[in-house]
Each structure stands twice: as structure tokens, then as C-alpha cells.
């Protein structure tokens, strides 16, 4: 099997690199409509699928295996949605950013401005939360000897 995938992968590679030195030029007006590049995103799109549906499969089949590992993922999607419903609660639908935003030329509303809001106190808490994780381990190592 294992030679297999490697005789794909130099089939694929040496397809695309015929493909490569085919593109037609930067200053073609039509470059996005050539053969070539058409080709060049089909297998881009085969490959991307092969690797989500790979693992996709391979995490659900170690995730269902592994006695505790499905108590845990419960658990981190519990934390992730208590981090989420934290962050939404914490943003605001702010009308002056509404305002400005319709000044500019951007159509928007107060509930895209909420969840804009939210998107970006969650990664600030995600981050605080990875740095915390990384930080007191180190500092807990370095005094307690």
C-alpha cells in the first residue's frame, strides 16, 4: 500500500509540474481560463479532499477506539462552547460602528458587528488560555525543584 501511494504522489507531482511550465504568461488577460490551471485546481481539489476525508476518518476511528478520548472531546467541545457563549455575552452591537461602516460603503448589521465582536474575544480568550498553558508549567518547573 505504501508504494502504492508513493507512485500517486510522483505521478501527481510530475502532472503538476507539466502543468507548471505550461501556464501561459502573467500579462494573458484569459491566464485564469487556461487548461492548465484548470487542471492545476481539479487536483488541488482531489488532494484536499483525500486529506479531509483521510482525516476526518482516521480521527473518528482513533476518537471511537480509545476509551477515554470521547469523555475528553465532550469535554473540550463543552469548554469551547462555554468559551463561545462567554464571548458572544462580551460583545457588543455597537450602532456608531454600524454607522460608520454604512458611511464607508459597507453594508452591515448590529448582529455581523456581534459576531464579529465574538469571533475575535474568542481567540483573544483561546490565546490567553494557550499562553497561560505554556507559561505556568515552565515557571512551576523553574521554582519548584
Known sequence: MNKL???ALIVIGLIAAVLWFSLP???DPDAINS???NFMFIIMYLLLAIAVVASVFFGLKKLLSTPGSLKKSLF???GLAIVVA???GLSSDNMAVVETM???GVETTESTVK???MGLNVFFILTLVAVIL???PGLKKMFVK
Do not use: L, P, T, W
Open 5 to 7: 501511494v508513493k507512485i
Open 25 to 27: 504568461s502573467a500579462d
Open 35 to 37: 487548461g492548465s490551471m
Open 76 to 78: 473540550a467541545i463543552g
Open 86 to 88: 462567554i464571548s458572544y
Open 102 to 104: 454604512s458611511e464607508r
Open 115 to 117: 459576531n464579529i465582536g
Open 134 to 136: 505554556m507559561v505556568v
